[in-house]
C-alpha cells in the first residue's frame, strides 16, 4: 500500500538545524511533485511550506523560510528531504510530507505521518 514514512524532527534551540526525510513506497515517487506543510500550534491552520517537482529541478519556498530552508528529493532512493537552518521559534509546527504541488488543495494526495519540529528561544 502507499506510505509516505517521515523521520527527524525534534526538539532544537533557535538557531539550529534540522532534517527531515519521507521515505515513499507503493507508488512511483518519482512522477509525483512533493510538498512539505506545516500544522502550527494553536489551530493556526495549514501552512504551506514549499514544494519540489517530480524531476526535482524546480523548487519553491513560502517567503518565510526562503533562504533557510531547502527541500530536495533522490529518486532512486524515493526519498523526499527538508533541510532546515537558522530555526526560528515561528518554525515551531507538525511538519508533513505529501504528494503535490503548492498551496492548494492540501486535503488531497498521499499524506505523511507527519513529524513534530519544537524550537526553542
Known amino acids: 500500500q502507499v506510505q509516505l514514512v517521515q523521520s527527524g524532527g525534534g526538539l532544537v534551540q533557535a538557531g539550529g538545524s534540522l532534517r527531515l526525510s519521507c521515505a515513499a513506497s507503493?507508488?512511483?515517487?518519482?512522477?509525483?511533485?512533493m510538498r512539505w506543510l506545516r500544522q502550527t500550534p494553536g489551530g493556526k491552520g495549514l501552512e504551506w511550506v514549499g514544494?519540489?517537482?517530480?524531476?526535482?529541478?524546480?523548487?519553491r519556498y513560502v517567503d518565510s523560510v526562503k533562504g533557510r530552508f531547502t527541500i530536495s528529493r533522490d529518486n532512486a532512493k524515493n526519498t523526499l528531504y527538508l533541510q532546515m537552518n537558522s530555526l526560528e521559534p515561528e518554525d515551531t509546527a507538525v511538519y508533513y510530507c505529501?504528494?503535490?504541488?503548492?498551496?492548494?488543495?492540501?486535503?488531497?494526495?498521499?499524506w505523511g505521518q507527519g513529524t513534530q519540529v519544537t524550537v526553542s528561544s
Open positions: 505529501t504528494t503535490g504541488l503548492g498551496a492548494t488543495n492540501m486535503d488531497r494526495g498521499y
Open positions: 507503493g507508488f512511483t515517487f518519482s512522477n509525483y511533485s
Open positions: 514544494d519540489i517537482r517530480s524531476g526535482g529541478g524546480t523548487t
